[in-house]
């Protein structure tokens, strides 16, 4: 089995709770950490600067198709920020990611 540390940007902290919580609620995730900064971008021809959150979720693999389109059906952006990466864990933490996700 995959794990994954799934990155979201979200460009509030209210939407940021909301995503975090229903993600977790859902059992599509075992938990999430939040943080904020300013983000640069290149979108609709100009550089934007703006202060984005960054929900790292805890899942696996299989979980991922789900994820997608929960954060897209809730997410203000036109085209939400989202990456993974693979993750290796002490094998209490890994267990803890599978028992807790559905």
Do not use: C, K
């Amino acid at each position: 089995m995959s794990y994954l540390a799934v990155r979201i940007g979200v460009p509030d902290e209210t939407t940021a709770h909301r995503l975090a919580r229903m993600l977790v609620e859902e059992r599509v995730v075992a938990g999430t950490r939040m943080s904020s900064g300013t983000s640069h971008y290149w979108w609709n021809s100009e550089v934007n600067e703006r202060r984005y959150w960054t929900i790292t979720a805890f899942t696996t693999a299989e979980n991922l198709e789900l994820l997608y389109e929960l954060v897209d059906d809730d997410h203000p952006d036109e085209l939400p920020g989202i990456t993974h990466t693979e993750i290796d864990a002490s094998d209490e933490y890994l267990a803890w990611i599978e028992t807790q996700t559905v």
